[in-house]
């Protein structure tokens, strides 16, 4: 219903055609029945109750076979034809056994937007009102569908038709919002706002529009959302239930905020480089002849000078920047259309955090309040890792932090236990007389450190070693925070934090010791296949010798095939002796953290420098023999260098692009790791 949580279906209510049905006064069935029973018999509930409201009068259908054989083949043309032969009554009557008229089936077609606009200019305001089996009127089927040019026409020849609800309880505002329908809901409101025909500041104040903002918050309408708060100060704010609400569905959407974006290294420097603020700030949706506005303007206008040549010359420069900017981001967005789409996805994030803003401010909180508000949407935005949420309400009352759920778990603990770091890192903020909360201890005797030592996998992260150091980091990470005292502290099991995490990460290990093997020693095969080559390539000199002393010896370009020969094959052979180091390790716990990474990510870099030098080196050879004359000389041809450069680049940039994302992601994970430990 419009007036309850959009995601909870409770006892009595159907899941209909689009949405829950009311059927509160319909007996329940047999919770036997399966499913697909309770639906038939719920409809079938339905229609009884649709003909108890006509008088008992079934539609006559045999007569709409052929309009019906129209619509199937959507020949709107014929169906134009076959509703004139048929009689204006045809235009109001109902034509399925569901006691839809002919608006009903229309409205679900663009195409038939024409024929839909003859007909509401035919009938009457109050026809436009007739309901189908479910009270949805053909506004509400148009709302849903998104059908904004048809639910335009009806909305505006018959305002009332936007204060009818169905037996979901929806009025046409949620039922477009429900669908995310953006340009019908704007065209609703906008319709609502100049018709006057209902007094929308407190039709949107209540649980109706606390609803629609639910609606539009699942539907990432975020936009909408922030606009419509902006335009009616009421809404969802009446009263704390309210701001539950609306700041519970925001925690069920991490994908809305930034920390639950998951960005690149170039898409993270173009995401902050980006502004938002102005497009967050100014709200799309105003109020026509807004007399307080108006009032405030013209007050404004007589305590202010009036404007001289200098303040117009500024502004208008100020305009002409702006403008020159909107034109070169519009540019660039045509060339990197990735942009674009992280514009958006800024734009959505900043305008949820306004949203969650928006709810916490303007209350003098107190415990009891805070926790009526406050305590659910903390905990499930910190158990999700959304830190923007956490965060705002932590400014907004610092003792959220005293807040536990159904299995004594604060913030902090549940961010641990799900592996949040950005939530966790939050702990870092607080005042010291905040930071003892960490350590409370949990159900079954565990603390803090006790979570840490569970093995909790992450999707976000691709290998095992990368997993063990990210376990690794978060036990630390802990471990460092906490009072020496936990550590010792013993759990219902009678283990220790450390023999927790012994226990749960055995497999692990065992799983990040062998993904380390592999990789070790496949890159010990092109290490030593390097090694043969470049060696192989000493013995060989190019252009032979003469005494033991190459004939090429006063060439450049014999002198960079000697140096490019010499770091291949030295820096082979140490890559070669990392991997050897790494395959030789005891691969305990501790080393995942750094020493592991730190040997893998130097020998994938020698790797790549000895590949590189040793295609310098083998160019350089390759052009010597090419290009040699008799002297014995080497003159440089453009035919010769340029495609024996091209071809020996090649295989270095693939192999740097194909182990470029290992490669960040030991770098990171190693040198700039998300959690301070």
């Known amino acids: 219903m419009a007036d309850q949580d959009p995601q909870q279906n409770n006892a009595g209510q159907l899941v209909g055609r689009f949405g829950n049905v009311n059927l509160d006064e319909i007996e329940a069935e047999d919770s036997s029945s399966t499913d697909q029973n309770n639906a038939e018999v719920m409809i ?25 054989k129209a619509i199937i083949d959507e020949d709107w043309k014929d169906v134009k034809k076959k509703l004139d032969s048929l009689g204006k009554h045809a235009l109001t009557s109902p034509i399925t056994a569901f006691y839809e008229t002919i608006l009903h089936i229309l409205v679900n077609s663009e195409k038939a937007l024409w024929l839909v606009e003859e007909i509401v200019k ?11 089996y479910q009270h949805d009127t053909a506004l509400s089927i148009a709302a849903y569908v998104g059908n904004t040019k048809a639910a335009k026409m009806m ?8 204060t009818e609800r169905n037996r979901s309880g929806d009025y046409p505002f949620h039922a477009a919002a429900r669908f995310g329908h953006e340009e019908t809901i704007r065209c609703l409101l906008s319709v609502a706002q100049t018709t006057k025909q209902i007094d929308d500041q407190s039709f949107f104040s209540g649980d109706v529009g606390t609803t629609i903002v639910q609606y539009l918050i699942s539907a990432n309408l975020y936009g909408i959302a922030l606009d419509m708060l902006k335009q009616y100060p009421r809404l969802g704010r009446e009263n704390l239930q309210q701001r539950k609400r609306i700041l519970k569905q925001l925690a069920e959407k991490p994908l809305g905020f930034q920390s639950g974006c998951k960005f690149g290294p170039w898409e993270r420097l173009i995401y902050k480089a980006i502004s938002v603020k102005k497009e967050v700030t100014i709200p799309s949706i105003q109020p026509e002849n807004d007399d307080s506005l108006r009032i405030d303007i013209v007050g404004r206008d007589k305590d202010q000078d009036p404007p001289n040549d200098g303040v117009e010359f500024i502004n208008s420069s100020i305009n002409f920047v702006e403008r020159c900017r909107q034109q070169a981001f519009s540019i660039i967005c045509l060339i990197f259309p990735r942009v674009e789409d992280i514009y958006k996805t800024k734009l959505m994030n900043e305008q949820a955090r306004q949203l969650v803003k928006s709810m916490c401010a303007g209350v003098v909180w107190t415990f009891d309040s805070a926790a009526q508000a406050l305590r659910l949407p903390v905990l499930k935005a910190a158990s999700l890792g959304i830190q923007e949420i956490v965060e705002e309400i932590l400014q907004a009352y610092t003792a959220s932090t005293m807040f536990y759920d159904d299995d004594n778990y604060n913030i ?5 236990l799900h592996r949040r770091e950005k939530v ?5 903020k607080m005042g010291l007389s905040q930071k003892w909360v960490a350590s409370y201890p949990c159900k079954d005797k565990e603390n803090i450190l006790h979570l840490a030592g569970r093995c909790i996998p992450s999707r976000h992260i691709n290998g095992a070693a990368l997993q063990m150091q990210w376990e690794m980091q978060w036990f630390k990470a802990v471990e460092t925070f906490v009072h020496p005292q936990l550590l010792e502290e013993r759990n219902n099991d009678k283990k220790t934090p450390r023999e927790v995490f012994d226990d749960k990460h055995k497999k692990l290990v065992k799983d990040g010791e062998k993904w380390m093997r592999d990789t070790a020693s496949s890159c010990m095969v092109v290490d030593a296949l390097i090694i043969a080559m470049v060696f192989a390539a000493i013995i060989a000199v190019p252009g032979n010798t003469e005494k033991g002393i190459p004939n090429f010896r006063n060439e450049t370009l014999f002198k960079v095939f000697v140096i490019a020969d010499a770091a291949a094959l030295f820096s082979s ?6 991997f050897v180091r790494i395959l030789t390790s005891r691969y305990a716990e501790d080393d995942f953290l750094k020493a592991l990474p730190k040997r893998l990510l130097l020998g994938l870099m020698t790797l790549i420098f000895s590949i590189a030098t040793m295609l310098v080196a083998s160019s350089s050879a390759l052009i010597m023999l090419i290009d040699a004359v008799p002297g014995p000389k080497v003159i440089l041809r453009s035919t010769t260098v340029i495609p024996v450069t091209i071809m020996a680049v090649f295989p270095v940039v693939f192999f740097i692009w194909s182990q ?8 990171l994970s190693t040198y700039w ?3 301070r430990c």
């Open 44 to 68: 079938r509930k339905l229609m009884e109750t649709k003909e108890e409201e006509v008088g008992n009068v079934e539609p006559d259908l045999p007569q709409y076979e052929e309009l019906w």
């Open 122 to 132: 035919k009938i009457d305001p109050v026809s436009l009102g007739i309901t189908d």
């Open 155 to 162: 909305a505006e020849k018959n305002p009332k038709l936007l």
């Open 412 to 416: 902090f603990q549940l961010a641990v």
């Open 424 to 428: 966790f890192n939050l702990i870092y």
């Open 573 to 578: 052979s140490f890559s070669l002796l990392l």
């Open 660 to 667: 470029s994302h290992l490669l960040i992601d030991v770098v």
């Open 673 to 675: 790791p998300a959690l």
